[in-house]
T-cell receptor, first 114, second 114 residues
Framework: SQKIEQNSEALNIQEGKTATLTCNYT??????LQWYRQDPGRGPVFLLL?????KEKRKERLKVTFDTTLKQSLFHITASQPADSATYLC?????????????FGQGTTLQVKP | DTAVSQTPKYLVTQMGNDKSIKCEQN?????MYWYKQDSKKFLKIMFS???????INETVPNRFSPKSPDKAHLNLHINSLELGDSAVYFC?????????????FGNGTRLTVT
């Protein structure tokens, strides 16, 4: 069956450390993968998109990798801050197209302690 | 200057009632969506409209009927509400599919059916 999985357990790290979140998928061949941030009581906010022909994408303190062989994406936040505490969602288009029909993982909650 | 706005933010109603949720976007996007987030935080697509035309209609009970009077608005009407409809409903928009224009979400409508 098709699945997209993120670690459902919360990730607790100390301020200043690098947070690494994992997104694994099964039986999909996505052309791209997206990462979103969701704060309590708010809608998801887009962070980064990485295409299948890109190994790595960076934006400020954020870095995303995409390994189509392992069927995995890693999301890194370097020099983490308490303000980075939120739930992070990965998403892909199961039709490998441009439909907007995104399938989301259940998200990983990150807690950065000062 | 809110990009995607939904009303109401909270909706508490009894089983069997009919209710509507409204959504408006001022981003000039041509595609709008309804997503449902259940208690386990999974976000699942329900519908998408492109220029007022229904594009995606997932396996959603017929009690749910989207209506798009113009490309800036997408409303969701729910008939004969059931306990299992309790969830947070998110409206979103994008320009075309999500490959080059990731989704912009509203802040959700928390529906509680008693």
């Amino acid at each position: 069956s098709q699945k997209i999985e993120q670690n459902s357990e919360a990730l607790n790290i100390q301020e200043g450390k690098t947070a690494t979140l994992t997104c694994n998928y099964t039986n999909y061949s996505p052309a791209y993968l997206q990462w979103y941030r969701q704060d309590p009581g708010r809608g998801p906010v887009f962070l980064l998109l990485i295409r299948e022909n890109e190994k790595e994408k960076r934006k400020e303190r954020l870095k995303v990798t995409f390994d189509t062989t392992l069927k995995q994406s890693l999301f890194h936040i370097t020099a983490s801050q308490p303000a980075d505490s939120a739930t992070y969602l990965c998403a892909l288009d199961p039709l490998s197209g441009n439909t907007g029909k995104l399938i989301f993982g259940q998200g990983t909650t990150l807690q950065v302690k000062p | 200057d809110t990009a995607v706005s939904q009303t109401p933010k909270y909706l508490v109603t009894q089983m069997g009632n009919d209710k509507s949720i409204k959504c408006e976007q001022n981003l000039g996007h041509d595609t709008m969506y309804w997503y449902k987030q259940d208690s386990k935080k999974f976000l699942k697509i329900m519908f998408s409209y492109n220029n007022k035309e229904l594009i995606i209609n997932e396996t959603v009970p017929n009690r749910f009927s989207p209506k798009s009077p113009d490309k800036a608005h997408l409303n969701l009407h729910i008939n004969s509400l059931e306990l299992g409809d309790s969830a947070v409903y998110f409206c979103a928009s994008s320009q075309g599919g999500s490959y080059n224009s990731p989704l912009h979400f509203g802040n959700g409508t928390r529906l509680t059916v008693t």
